[in-house]
């Protein structure tokens, strides 16, 4: 189920704290990098998490399913999801 852009509970993946385990709801992104996140396992409906957060605004290690992607911030503010408590 995809959850509608305003919903409150919402969160962009670089706000994710460290550790959290998040469903990813929506990428709000030109076409090629839907398209290259989906292909990277990063899709509405998947687990995603955030292993490792890089000092000074730096990159993200994020986790999804079983693989590892580094994104840059502006990257994952793209990424709507939806977190687990």
């Known amino acids: 189920m995809l959850m509608k852009p305003h919903d409150p ?8 704290p460290t550790g959290m385990i998040a469903t990813v ?3 709000e992104a030109q076409a090629e990098m839907v398209s290259r996140m989906r292909a990277l ?3 509405p409906g998947n ?8 000092p000074l605004s730096g990159p993200l290690q994020v986790r999804a399913g079983q693989t ?3 994104l840059r911030r502006a990257e ?10």
């Open 9 to 16: 509970v919402l969160t962009q993946l670089d706000q994710l």
């Open 25 to 27: 709801c929506y990428i």
């Open 41 to 43: 396992g990063i899709k």
């Open 47 to 54: 687990p995603v998490s955030v292993v490792r957060s890089a």
């Open 68 to 70: 590892d992607i580094i």
């Open 76 to 85: 994952a503010a793209s990424i709507h999801v939806n977190p687990t408590f």
